[in-house]
């Protein structure tokens, strides 16, 4: 009866920098056993107040045989996902019965901010404001997106998630149980639900805090300076990040997601083993200040004295860099991107009309519609250039902008053009993009180091249907002495693991990154704390494992053989780096690439970069 409400099999490219977000939210902290203990509590009417400013109460909706009871937030990537979906079923399930409430218990979020919510994203049913998460409490919920589906008797009879297609850092090509609407279907049919409850992702639901006063972990004197060295500079108002995190009322409502996140590693973002390499950029937080974060949130959250709080930070508006001294578009109007389907890669050349050489020091690539790219990659073309060059720039999940310090800087010769590749992924509702890029440059008498770029890659694997590890392997040598800044390993949804090794000329071996849980949804630069010299004749070495077998869960086909391609459902393997050079100002270079490597021995060609 109702499996024509059931979405159609999705768009598989759809939303990967949303599922990028959702990886630092969480799985649930409570297990299907807590879920399993709330089955059959009968739910007593609670009234609150609409996006409208209308009073509403369970108790209106009498004569529905079944209510769908969902709390949702205005900021969680998950929640904003599936509330659509249950907007569409509120509409298809109203003839049989069965109504739809949504509730927002966040303590951050405020009734203004729930009603305009709740207008963008064009819900269909009623979505009320929980001050004090009094509701939630009634419930035990615990997150959002979370949904009870209760009887005529208002009895919970299923608890948990709506279905199983979006996760912490998953997208699945399509659902492959639709547990909400398997357990209405059984409960229509007058059956008991087969699997009542499940384990819902998503982000903890806000709730108003009782503060201890004495404690002397506070926000302002240190709760703050934590969130300013690890979490604003994605967190600010702008920026790629769902919700900012730079005033203590932002950081109160999400006090318990944030530490929940950061215990579990998810946040910040960093998959690099500490036994392998010293790397400056790592955003990783200290047992110090993850023992300081329990502590303020154990006791309530205090805020402390303002007047200890540090200076903020200045960011340029809507910029992660200093303001840009030129922004370039990739053209000059909007690219459409369709509903749903493959969009193949767009490419623009855009002449920036550099009449004399250009060195940057810093450099941000910035999605137009982030909801829909995937990727920006901005290459430097030089003058008479057939390949694309360097990609120093680029916008994708978990990078962050380039900012060159210590004379350091990125040769743009003149005459150059600059080529944007262009990743989009439909995310159901036709829309439109326009990416751009923002340069700072350097004084020219400034820079003493051209910072230049170069991948070990591997064109022609094949990875076999369901296979659990599949391992490949590139070698890249290097003619010159090299110095080499930093790394970063790119694969797709298959990747598992990625490992950067150095071979010296006398056959020793040294670990330069070791990746032992790669995540697509992250792709991170990996910066050494120093520059370090590779003698000439050495071999980089970068092995890869995939694991096309059905235990991935983010395997659009387990049973299909995989090669190289450029969309997320096929595989790359390039092991990226960074690499700098003493700067010539005199010398006209055709391409800013690293020193040229060689083909490996086994003569298989070796791309200088993608």
């Not at 509120?90 to 709740?118: F, M």
């Not at 810093?362 to 030089?382: D, L, S, Y």
Request: proline share 7%; net charge negative.
């Amino acid at each position: 009866m109702l499996r024509s409400l059931r979405t159609a099999p999705s768009r598989f490219a759809g939303l990967v920098l949303v599922v990028a977000l959702m990886a630092g939210l969480a799985s649930s902290g409570h297990s299907e056993t807590a879920s399993h203990a709330r089955l059959g509590k009968k739910i007593d009417n609670f009234e609150l107040t609409d996006a409208h400013g209308k009073q509403r109460s369970l108790a209106d909706l009498a004569d529905a045989k079944l209510v769908i009871v969902a709390f949702l937030g205005t900021e969680c990537p998950l929640a904003n996902l599936y509330a659509p979906r249950l907007s569409s079923l509120a509409e298809k399930l109203k003839p049989e019965g069965v109504a739809v409430i949504g509730i927002n218990s966040n303590q951050q979020d405020t009734p203004s901010e729930v009603a305009a919510h709740a207008a963008k994203l064009e819900l269909t049913f009623p979505v009320l404001k929980d001050v004090g998460n009094r509701v939630a409490d009634q419930f035990g919920a615990e997150r959002t997106p979370e949904v009870f589906l209760l009887d005529a008797d208002r009895a919970v009879r299923y608890v948990g998630r709506i279905d199983d297609q979006y996760s912490v850092g998953v997208q699945k090509k399509q659902a492959g149980r639709h547990d909400l609407e398997v357990a209405i279907e059984e409960l229509l049919a007058g059956k008991e639900v087969t699997e009542p409850a499940t384990d819902p992702p998503g982000c903890l639901i806000g709730r108003v805090k009782h503060t201890s006063t004495s404690d002397e972990v506070t926000y302002a004197n240190q709760i703050s300076r934590i969130m300013q060295k690890h979490c604003t500079e994605c967190h600010h108002e702008g920026q790629v990040a769902p919700f900012v995190l730079t005033s203590y009322e932002d950081v109160l409502g999400w006090a318990d997601m944030v530490r929940e996140v950061v215990h579990n590693r998810r946040m910040p973002p960093w998959q690099a083993s500490p036994e392998h390499g010293d790397f400056k950029n790592n955003p990783s937080l200290s047992s110090e200040e993850l023992e300081r974060i329990d502590r303020w949130v154990e006791n309530g959250c205090p805020e402390g004295d303002p007047a200890q709080l540090p200076e903020p930070i200045e960011f340029a508006e809507g910029w992660g860099i200093s303001q840009p001294d030129d922004v370039f578009y990739m053209s000059d109007e909007p690219f459409a991107i369709p509903a749903e389907g493959a969009v193949d890669y767009q490419y623009y050349t855009v002449d920036p009309g550099f009449t004399e050489d250009k060195w940057i020091k810093e450099a941000e690539v910035k999605a137009g519609n982030p909801a829909v790219v995937h990727h920006v990659i901005v290459f430097i073309q030089a003058p008479g250039a057939s390949q694309f060059g360097s990609p120093q720039m680029a916008f994708a999940p978990g990078m962050t902008p380039r900012r060159l310090e210590n004379g350091a800087a990125i040769k743009i010769p003149a005459g150059s053009k600059l080529m944007f590749q262009n990743h989009y992924t439909p995310n159901g509702k036709a829309t439109t993009d326009r990416s751009y890029v923002g340069f700072v440059y350097a004084d020219p008498k400034e820079v003493t180091q051209e910072v230049q770029g170069g991948a070990c890659g591997n064109f022609l694997f094949k990875i076999p249907p369901h296979a659990g590890n599949h391992v490949v392997v590139a070698e890249q040598k290097f003619r010159r002495e090299t110095i080499l800044l930093g790394m970063n390993p790119h694969m797709h949804v298959r990747g598992k693991s990625f490992k950067y090794e150095l071979k010296y000329p006398d056959g020793t071996m040294e670990t330069l990154l070791d990746v032992p849980k790669y995540d697509f949804n992250w792709q991170l630069w990996y910066m050494l704390q120093e520059p370090k010299v590779i003698p000439a004749g050495s071999r980089m070495v970068c092995t890869a494992s995939f694991d096309n077998s059905d235990q991935n869960p983010s395997n659009p086909d387990p049973t299909k053989e995989v090669k190289w391609g450029e969309q997320t459902w096929d595989e790359m393997m390039f092991g990226f780096y960074s690499t700098i050079k003493p700067a010539d100002h005199k010398k006209k270079s055709k391409r800013p690439m690293a020193e040229a490597e060689e083909p490996a021995a086994d003569g298989e060609k070796r791309p200088a970069a993608f």
